[in-house]
């Protein structure tokens, strides 16, 4: 498993925090996040792409998880930060997150959304449909901003992850399309509006990819593209954001990566390419999310109910399920997972790890081994760090669990668990029903 999570004792420890200790002093379901982990990706992107490649960026999709203090611990890093939302820019904002290390996605901001983030003079935005570029370029004239703008485009390449997370395909829902008379006339557009200084050109394939092809292919059509804009318009694209999307182990099926195995394809592929066409080398940006927060996250839940089926399956309950973790469900993702409280004892066979969420979808961990649960035992699901918390939801009126954060030995609280009447905060009860 992951270097921060250990045996001792027969006791789990996440860093140098008891896993038991953990869920005890906070309850379960309980998200755990070891703050050596996060450091040590940022240090890897910085060390594999930022200091050995010049003229690169490198932003935290912060999608993938998000709150005040993990803010605080981006701009600590001196990262840049994806926001896709209102309300992410409003999270960034708030904790005092340098604007202009903002980049701003979305395909469909609202008017609201763009006013704030020109108000707020975000560093970037990516444009995502031509709807949006008219819209913006009249709201930086309002307010007479000058906007630093990207094109997020549609590659058209497919790679090889679950349809739900694959981005980069002609059909897909984001970017403007390469069909040569939707990108061209928006590109002419942009280079003109007075208050918009066209960068260049994003992509995103797709997200836990294990093979850089992709990527690769990617960048070649934008290369292309930034040739074509050359030769046409005599403009030089400064910037290409190669997106995110570079994958973590969940289980032992996974083959992850370095970070250095898809920025040197990208960046060998931009320089040479560059070099070759005598183009303007662009400043290249990546933008991970997972890759720098999903593995540092482990969930601890509480067994219940152990119902045996005999011949059949065994299910284990635990005191979360969906509502804390989607991905099972939404894309069959797989996980793997520990008794925290007797991590080492054998395996008893296989268990359906499900959760209390009234769905028969909401499972957890099918064919886990595990040995003989009973209620009261803790089990503790690692890689949950990213696209867990971000994407918790309140069905069944379940509150959303707390996040704690370790370093060490220490545990900060950096999110505390929801209560009931935090459900109804919002309920409103009209006159003719008081
Ligand atoms: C535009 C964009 N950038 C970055 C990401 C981050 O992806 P990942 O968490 O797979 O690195 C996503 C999400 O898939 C995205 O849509
Ligand atoms: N939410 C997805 C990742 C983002 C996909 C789209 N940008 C996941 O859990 O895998």
Avoid: W
Avoid at 225 to 249: A, H, P, Q
């Amino acid at each position: 498993m992951h270097q921060h999570i250990t045996i001792k004792d027969q006791q789990l420890f996440i860093e140098g925090c008891n896993a038991l200790t953990l869920a005890k002093t906070y309850k379960t379901p309980l998200y755990v996040l070891s703050e050596t982990t996060i450091r040590e990706k940022f240090r890897e992107i910085r060390t594999q792409f930022l200091e050995r490649h010049p003229n690169t960026i490198a932003a935290y999709a912060s999608k993938a998880f998000l709150t005040t203090a993990f803010v605080k611990l981006v701009a600590q890093e001196g990262f840049y930060m994806d926001v896709v939302s209102g309300g992410e820019l409003f999270t960034a904002l708030n904790a005092q997150f340098p604007m202009e290390r903002v980049i701003f996605h979305g395909n469909n901001k609202s008017k609201e959304e763009l006013e704030m983030a020109v108000v707020n003079k975000v560093g970037r935005i990516v444009v995502d449909n031509t709807t949006e570029l008219e819209i913006l370029a009249s709201i930086a004239e309002q307010h007479q901003t000058q906007m630093n703008i990207l094109f997020r485009i549609t590659p058209g390449v497919s790679s090889s992850t679950h349809d739900y997370i694959a981005t980069g395909k002609k059909d897909s829902k984001f970017g403007i399309s390469l069909d040569d008379f939707v990108i061209m006339p928006a590109i002419e557009d942009a280079i003109k509006a007075p208050f918009l200084n066209f960068l260049g050109f994003h992509f995103h394939v797709g997200s836990q990819i294990f093979d850089h092809n992709s990527h690769v292919m990617a960048t070649q059509i934008a290369l292309d593209l930034i040739k074509r804009v050359k030769t046409t318009y005599n403009y030089d694209i400064t910037e290409l954001n190669t997106g995110g999307g570079f994958g973590i182990k969940y289980t032992d099926t996974c083959t992850p990566q370095t970070i250095g195995y898809f920025t040197d394809a990208i960046v060998d592929t931009i320089d040479q390419y560059c070099e070759a066409n005598h183009l303007v080398r662009p400043r290249i940006c990546i933008e991970p999310g997972r890759f720098i927060v999903g593995e540092a996250g482990t969930t601890l839940y509480t067994i219940g109910a152990v119902k045996e089926i005999k011949d059949l399956k065994t299910y284990v309950a635990v005191d979360g399920g969906m509502t804390d973790n989607i991905r099972p469900a939404l894309y069959q993702a797989k996980y793997s997972a520990l008794l925290a409280n007797r991590p080492l004892e054998e395996t008893a066979g296989e268990v359906t790890l499900c959760g209390k969420c009234c769905e028969s979808g909401d499972l957890l961990v099918e064919h886990l081994p595990l040995p003989k649960a009973v209620a009261g035992d803790v089990v503790a699901v690692f890689s949950t760090g990213a696209y867990n918390y971000s994407m918790a939801s309140h069905y069944n009126k379940h509150v959303i669990p707390a996040v704690v954060l370790v370093s060490g030995e220490k545990a900060y609280e950096i999110v505390e668990r929801e209560t009931y009447a935090d459900l109804i905060k919002h309920d409103v009860v009209p006159p003719h029903l008081k």
